[in-house]
């Protein structure tokens, strides 16, 4: 188990770091005054700036492996994406590193044809476009896959589609030019047979964008929101389909592994922000005649801060070691990525929420990015799948290593 | 020690269970429409019907003793706030019994000349107009009073104010025609003899309202948001002093005590009511073949959420009760009242978390009002001063009772 | 709903406490000496002397509803109770109110025939001898009464009992002249109907003490530890049995009620001592220049527990009250005597924890009693079933009465 | 950072696997009833056995670096650590690796002179004699070394020693032939040039041993328990200091970042064996119909046992490995020591916790070693300094990381 960065991963650490403090931090301020001027749904104009000055460095698609992207493994990327988690609202998208499109473009890497390529990963790719993933629907437990009601009707040359989707992430941005949409191709096939994915257009007809979704009081809008959509009857070719018919629960799972990786780094990044600017307020923030860093209750919300987030740091570490190593592959780590899918959320969650009260009030409002990051950290606890279910899968596992 | 519900107090939940039946669950979805189709900072119409009915049925300024009000006890008043606490954002409103009008009315019921009583008490007690009191400053910590930096200066027979307020709740709203306005008269005096309110009605020149502030991405559009203001230069009627010079400490401290318990029952209310969608929801949503209800974890979040509300709505209970019957009043009530403000908002935030996980994102979004009402809770584990700051106080006291 | 002591609680009330302060804080070093030097199982002789004492000033059975007892209702021993658990190895067994003689002096004064009550239950009441409770067994959970496998059998005028029983309280003290045993006499009756329960003396042939068991390294001898027992063909005559076969189950039911109520109040006892502990030492130990009393972190722990144990009094009381006037009795208050049961030892638990730490290695010794207390409270979470089984039972009620 | 295990710590381990099995745990039953059945204070005679047979297969004084001992780093010497962790009363001793022999020798090892070595380490070594560190005294804060109160006077060729000495692990047992001993040379030195360590063999006069201390009801007898002693003008000559005059609290510094090591992964060790215990208990035990392991609660708790686990152990190997490779060695290493002295005992007291509420009463009892495992990790929460010493410690160095 070896988590020593190599030279190639302190070399883009380091022209990372310089770019979050030329580029992203001063850009934070203006992209939130863009965003509240700017029309709904759509990405502030600087983040085309900053798209430019990433590309130009070789800061871009740090996150694929392979020759598509920047080929690093699970392990390089980890640092890096935990750095971008520091401004999570912009440094994953200037990066061309941030959801929905990261998995897209896994999906795409890996189970593309040639067309399929040219047409949506290129674009991807260049950061030219963006896509959403159309799983979620509202009337079923979505972390029980078996339960997706969507049909993939064969028709000729043709697949049809009707279905009903929500909280799918970026798609109210109008530049979310392609959604991959996962059905039932075949609802008497074995449990996990009878799913697919499918490339739909944004402008195909009968996919209607009904509405956005909000978390707590926000709306999202400028990452694209979280549409809930109806597709009716919706037609595109048969070539649209990724992989073969039945292949859907595979990819979808193929789509996980990493993307929990590079999910739980983020958002220890987030966390590390939070230390950060809890420190300074604590050191800052004058209450009864001494500043609030002289107070045991924040003394001690800040060394419990650091002593969990040093734990979680290493165990995200090892999921990722495990994955980059194992002959298994993501199979290998099955158990520290789901460990690490339930230990980040509430690890980063009570992080959170200790910052914001050492900022009082100001924690809670769009002065501080705090409270916007504790509302995102929170779906984490069911995106996915909720944590229980999770739990509950890791602990028949461990029951059955020591009774059988 | 006797909570038991007296004839009159009976009668009146019974009227007011009614009420919620007939009226405000079925004005919930009407509220929700109208507030994001309408003008922002204003009201939705369907209050102004809700509050007709209220005020026909007697159900009105049910939380004003004496005789300005419906002369109820705090005891009396407790379960009638409880109830209009499981609608939170309409119910209070609707009977005329929302922050922080309720606060101000008792301000002025106490302490106002015949001609303030006429000006502001009499058109507040008829619903007709809305208020804010703005104490709140974001350069200090508001915990500690005497760091109040707002002045109020004599000028010949006016006072001359300027100060910068924020998180004033109510004052976007046009409606809100008066506004009472904590500042110091006297930076010399003794540490609680400094600080005077005075009444500054919504159009003096020099009062700005700059913007309203936002608590999880909500802007409490449809309350009337909560202000960032300026005051340069106001000048105001001496006339318009509450009370005497220097007498702004101790109406502070009078306001509070009464507030404090009608917020708490509030707070229970929601949590019931979380308690209610929870179990609805574990009995209907069905995931890996079975009803949610059906799940440990889940049991067992049920049975800790009735457990701890039982035990806290007691404390608030016996502190209302000790406010009533102490031959001291609200001060012989101090411990209690420090209590129930640690207790509340943890309690039902806890809640609150897991009746939302056990909605899934649908927990979180416009949908269900539960991500709303645990952005409003988490507000309170800081308003009127930190959790920390009350409970180093109220330990103080404990180890003095041991130890001298 | 009403809390309030009358006049004759009052009175007890005031009688123990200046017996507390005279008698029983003085007895406890020399209680822990003799029962250092003393012979296993045994109870120290300064007991004889307290209990002399307690009977001498009407302090005697306090517990005992009814004409055998002191005939005080549940809420009017409650505060009784709770002043004895603040010494609670000594003073409830100086006033003939410990455990499990209570449990079974009830179920005798409830069920028992003239010649039982002669024999067994007015040397109880006269605090002579002592008895035990043998319910447990070490092979099935007893959170589930009909997996009981001892086995009462009829046999001419005889029953005859063969069974295995562990942790039977109070077992090894010779004194223990009688034991309740609880077995099954028809395994194919309804599942309520299997159980009853009979007097076993204790020289009967057959009954074996087998071992005491430890809680955390404690043997309890002075209370007569926690017995392992065998009952191998042991005879009594038929008229020992305690009401009629197969009421063995009601009975148990019977006799829980209230002693969760007792439990749970001499609970809080213990808390409130705990934290008066606290307090003095915190106020008295210098570490770093300050006393401990000035370190945030044991101020804010000082809060907790007040706020905590304040909720939890109110909660046992409300059980208390509501066993007292529902027209169900001790039905009626099912759901809070659960609530209670499943509160108390987790509240407690957690304050014995933070006075433990704020003693360091004393408060974990021989010289300080939060130790063993914390041990004894430990056994509370599945005494009588783990807190598992009775929360998922109060959530199923909860569930139902929302969700049809 | 990696922690693999190079090929020598896996010959290791593989071989202490197989001790553990063939050895280690068939001797837990026989050590406990020779326990039961001895003299007090002191080893059960089994140890010798397997202290032969350790030493025979190279299983010996594994954690001593350097030529003294086996010679591994902390890395290497850390996941061995963890596997006698797993039988912690047995298999630590059993390979020469029990505290506070292992301390004294590396004191000794570093800092002895030939004449000492001789004397004290040989034996040691060998395993032939045991030894104490006296250093907590009853009257002061321990955390704050500055207190000590035993005075260490030179008078001629020898130094005299009057001192109170409490918790004095292992003391007891008249094996123990040797007392490293702190106390101050020089009180009005620089703060910590005050101290000296200083050898006084047992049988010196003037040094009493008082009393056995208990941990919850545990007096550790089969350890030597753990003294209150006291020094009356004890005699040595004056060669009997280790290092200088002064020097004590650098030895004393020295002494503790290894040991604190070896002490959190052992008690790793624990609370894995805690997780298989849990595992098939869980896995065996059925109430109402099904196995315990089929209760959504446990399943969650045996989650979260695996999740925190897994996350404690890579600090543990974190703090181990910069130990190891840190240019300043344990002062590189200074926050992580400290924050896995934080993590360790609150991480694995709630697995042994649910661990014994899976067991029940069984749980608290003798048969099962859970809850005496439970209250040797409860010292290990202010043993060398309470955990709020050290959280304020590290709090006010990472706040310093972010204000100056």
Known sequence: MDFTHDAHTEELRQRLLTFMDEHVYPAESVFAQQSRAGEPWTTPPVMEELKDKARSQGLWNLFLPGADGAGLTNLQYAPLAEITGRSPRIAPEALNCSAPDTGNMEVLSMFATEQQRKDWLEPLLAGRIRSAFAMTE?????????????????????????????????????????????????????????????????????????????????????????????????????????????????????????????????????????????????????????????????????????????????LVLKAAWL???????????????????????????????????????????????LAQWAAQVRTLRFADGPDEVHKASLARKEIKRWAQ
Request: hydrophobic content about 40%.
């Open 138 to 314: 509202p009337d079923v437990a979505s972390s029980d896959a078996t339960n997706i009601a969507t049909r993939i009707e064969r028709d000729g040359s043709d697949y049809v589609i009707n279905g009903h989707k929500w909280w799918i992430t970026g798609a109210l941005n109008p530049n979310a030019r392609i959604f991959i949409v996962m059905g039932k191709t075949d609802p008497d096939a074995e449990r996990h047979r009878q799913q697919s994915m499918i490339l739909v257009p944004r402008d195909t007809p009968g996919l209607e964008i009904r509405r956005g979704m909000t978390v707590y009081g926000y709306d999202d809008s400028d990452h694209g929101g979280h549409a809930e959509l109806t597709l009716t009857d919706v037609r595109v070719p048969a070539h649209n389909l990724i992989g073969g018919e039945g292949d859907g629960f595979a990819i979808a799972q193929a789509r996980l592994g990493p993307g929990r990786i590079h999910h739980c780094m983020r958002t220890i990044g987030i966390a590390e922000r939070a230390i950060e600017l809890m420190c300074r307020r604590a050191a800052d923030r004058v209450a009864f005649g001494k500043p609030l860093a002289g107070q045991g209750v924040v003394r001690d919300w800040i060394a419990e801060a650091r002593v969990r987030l040093e734990q979680l740091r290493l």
């Open 323 to 369: 994955m980059d190593t194992s002959p298994e592959g993501a199979k290998g780590a099955h158990t520290e990525i789901q460990a690490i899918k339930i230990a980040t959320p509430t690890t980063v969650e009570w992080i959170l929420d200790k910052a914001i009260q050492v900022h009082g009030a100001a924690g809670l409002s769009q002065d501080i990015p």
